[in-house]
Each structure stands twice: as C-alpha cells, then as structure tokens.
C-alpha cells in the first residue's frame, strides 16, 4: 500500500501530492508542533524506496535520523538544505495552488524538482525539534561540516561527486499585516530555491536536496480561531473544550519561547552557579586556500539533551575561565573555545566591572586569542549581552597581535549573553547591553533638529527686523520726494 501511494504522489502534480499528504496529516491531528519535510533528489537519481507515514504521525528525531541515514546511504551525499525560518502544511495549502488555481502557486520551482525526482519523499508532520537538529544529523553521516552559502558564492564552488558536501541555504519567512507579506515571500524562497537548483545542474554533480524549517509557521491560537469561526454542526460544549485545550498549549508554548528554548550553559563551583552563557548562535570559521570554511558550534553547545563538556573550567572572585570543549570541529580533532574573564574594583567609578578579557581558540596544541578587554564589560553585577559579537563585521573581538593565528579565524556570537560573577539561582542578572543609548541615528535626527530650529530662530530674527514704512505714494497726487538726507 505504501509503494502504490508514492506512484500516484508522482503521478500527481507535485503541490497537489505535497497537499494531499499534510492533509492526512490535518485531519487526525494538531499540527502547530510540527513542520513539513520534502526530500528529492536530482533527475537521474533515485533514493531507495521508503515508506511514508501513516496519516497522523509525527515524525520525531530518531525516525528522522533513520530516513535520512537510509536516503544518504544509496543516494548522492552532496546535500542541498534549503532551512526555512518558519513552515506549516497551511503553507502548501493557502499558497501551492492546491485547487486548480495554477497560477496562484508560489511553488513553481519547487513542483518543477518533485516532477522530475524519480523518488521525493514527503514527511508531512515532523516534530520541530527534530527539524532543528536536522543539520547536526546530516553532519553526522557526511562528517562534513555544513557551509552556508547563497547563490552567487555558489556559482564559485567546484563540488565533486565522490567528496560529500552539506550546503546550507536559509530561507526567510514573515507574516506582517497583510497576508500577501508571507506569500511574497515565499514566492521569493522559491525564487532562489530555482537559481540554486539551476546552479547546481551547471556543475552536473548528483545531489539530494532537501526543504524544511526550523519552527512553525502557524500558531495554535490561530488555528483554533479558525476551527471556531468555521461551518457546521458542534456541540457547544465540546467546542468549548476545544479551545481551552488550544488556550492552555498556547499558554505552555509561550513559556517556552520566554524561558529562550533551551537554558544557558552553566558552570558550577561545588554547588554554587558561577558563570552562564547564552546565544542564539556560535559559530567559527578558519581561511584555508583563499575561502572561509565555517563551522557551526550551536548544537553542540545548547539545546535538549545537549550537555557540552566543560571541564578545565574554575572561577573565583577575581578571576573566571569558561571551557567549551568540542571535536572534529573543521578538522581538528580537539577544539576548545574559552572565555576569559576578570573583575576588579575601578576608583573612578568607585564599583567593581568584569570584562571579557580574552576569546581563546585552542586546536591541537595551537592557540588563537581574541581580546575583548576593550569593548566588552559590565558591572560586576550586572550580565552583559549583546546582539552581535563577531571579529570580523563592526569587531568587538580583535586579534591579540598581527602575527596570532586569530588573524586566520573568525568567531561570531548571535544574541550574545555572558555572566561571570555574582551569579544567583542560576539565572542571569540585569543586563548591560552593548548598544549605548545615543545611536548614529539618535545623533543624525538631533543635529538634523538643531540646524533646523537655528535655521527657523534666524529667519524669525530677519522678520522681526522688518519696518513698515511711514509714508505712502498717491498714484493721483504729486510723487513723494524724499530727500537725500533722510
């Protein structure tokens, strides 16, 4: 039953089938907990045959892992993985022209590939953690670390069929007040889902192509708003308890967002919390024959489940040293990412401050130093956080000297937030944030606004000089003579 419904899925025109496939999964349950996955491969290549889910299966991590590890082990191990930011199955539905209206698809490109892969595989429900770990997985099984590229480096890679590639393309999404916004712009990740397609076929290299995202798209309040507003008969009582089950998952899922996620890395000294650390991501890339590789350190350092190793990691209350310790990451079989930091009290403010001293890379005996000292501070009982901390692009971490091999490496932190002191009940403190309060833009509009009132004081300034004269010409009378001397 499972091989004769993928050949009517081919038979099908690709939105229909991707259609047809999450609206089994719709019917039988809630789907804002999950995301939609579609896997292809390139036209001459085949995946092996795998059974899609029963209707109403939500696809979780392990099972993931399995499908993906069964498509990668005959099928091309270059990966194109196009991760979108937010998907839902109403998506397809709204957008993919799934009643006939063709030319209200959005999806052109993609129905293009679904046509001519001998073997898509559609996984209609997938837990969005496991969608969030997708990457970590496929690094797993190519042991390769993934490159986020766009279409235009893209054009300058030279893949090979027999060396595996994970290449990673983020796709945006966003629902503003006008629901046109969202179909835009899925228009436009389909867009460049086409250009990337259309490179890759240039370079004649077989390839497995992937598209799904990292969260939802559609929130639970949404669909149960929509649930009610619908047709039909119900009893009112049981609509009723609809909603308040639709009101207490979104309760639950807004505790989540607002605890972040996932909880920071913490470092304890006997029992007691001394240093935390969070980001939205972690990431380090090394030059290597003319290009940046990068490697990304997020899923190894935050997450469920995930405990990274801290060990060589002390504090005290002057001195505080954070060891994050990884392998294999851009081919260095030890790696350990360090953060350096001090306190000390400061007469002229008359307060303690810690500082970030030091971001230390050390891989295979070799050390690369960040210092941090300069622009990286807060009161000692304060957290500090920051949008954007990098070395490369507005830097806040400069190289410790010009000939430390930081110079060949680039580290970037995402939504940075760091404590090194005065840590209580394991949870940041009030943070000093980097931005000051004076921005280019707050100066630029408060000088615009200074030569503004200067240039109106000085023309009022004119007007109030202005007499009105005291003496009038008759146009039938004699002219008026004014002598010289008045």
Excluded at 131 to 147: C, F, H, K, M
Excluded at 232 to 240: I, N, T, V, W, Y
Excluded at 278 to 284: H, M, T
Aim: with cysteine; proline share 6%; hydrophobic share 40%.
């Amino acid at each position: 039953m499972a091989t004769e419904g993928t050949t009517h899925l081919r038979r099908l025109s690709a939105p229909l089938a991707v259609v047809l496939a999450l609206f089994s999964a719709l019917n039988a349950g809630t789907c804002d907990e999950q995301v939609p996955l579609i896997m292809w491969t390139s036209e001459g290549t085949s995946l092996p045959t795998q059974s899609p889910p029963t209707a109403g299966h939500i696809v979780e991590q392990q099972q993931l892992a399995a499908y993906l590890e069964k498509a990668l082990s005959v099928g091309p191990r270059n990966v194109v993985l196009f991760l979108q930011d937010k998907m839902s199955i109403e998506d397809f539905t709204m957008y993919g022209g799934a009643f006939g209206n063709k030319q209200d698809s959005v999806f052109p490109n993609l129905e293009g590939a679904l046509m001519s892969s001998s073997s898509p595989l559609v996984l209609p429900a997938v837990s969005w953690p496991a969608s969030n770990a997708v990457i970590g997985q496929l690094q797993d099984q190519l042991e390769t670390s993934p490159l986020y590229m766009d279409p235009e480096t893209l054009s300058q890679l030279r893949l090979n069929a027999s060396s595996p590639a994970l290449l990673v393309f983020r796709l945006p999404y966003g629902i503003g007040a006008d629901l046109m916004s969202a179909k835009e712009i899925l228009s436009g990740n389909d867009e460049m889902i086409g250009q990337v397609l259309s490179t890759m076929k240039t370079q004649s290299v077989p390839y497995t192509a992937i598209y799904t995202a990292l969260r939802p798209s559609r929130e639970a309040a949404t669909l149960s708003m929509e649930a009610g507003l619908g047709g039909g008969r119900s009893l009112l009582q049981a609509r009723g308890g609809y909603r308040e089950r639709e009101r207490e998952r979104e309760r639950q899922r807004r505790i989540k967002e607002k605890a972040g996620v996932y909880p920071p890395v913490e470092f304890k000294e006997g029992e007691e919390s001394c240093i935390l650390l969070w980001a939205k991501g972690l990431s380090v890339s090394i030059l290597r024959s003319g290009r940046w590789e990068e490697h990304d350190l997020t899923p190894s350092t935050f997450g469920e489940g995930v405990s990274p190793k801290l060990h060589g990691s002390n504090c005290d209350k002057s001195k505080a040293r954070l060891v994050l310790n990884y392998e294999n990451v851009l081919g260095h079989r030890s790696f350990k990412l360090i953060f350096a930091m001090s306190q000390r009290h400061y007469k002229v403010s008359d307060r303690p401050w810690f500082t970030l001293d030091a971001v230390e890379l050390e891989y295979d005996g070799t050390k690369a130093t960040f210092n941090g000292s300069r622009n990286i501070y807060a009161p000692a009982e304060y957290s500090y956080r920051c949008e954007s901390v990098t070395s490369f692009r507005w830097p806040l971490l400069i190289p410790h000297s010009s000939k430390d091999p930081a110079n060949q490496w680039k580290v970037s932190f995402q939504d940075f937030q760091v404590q090194g002191f005065s840590v209580t009940n394991g949870e940041f403190s009030y943070a000093s944030d980097c931005a000051g309060f004076f921005s280019p833009g707050i100066w630029m509009g408060l000088m615009t606004s200074l030569l503004m009132v200067l240039v109106l004081t000085y023309g009022l300034h004119m007007i109030m000089q202005l007499h009105t004269m005291d003496r009038f010409d008759d146009p039938k009378g004699p002219a008026i003579s004014v002598p010289q001397t008045e």
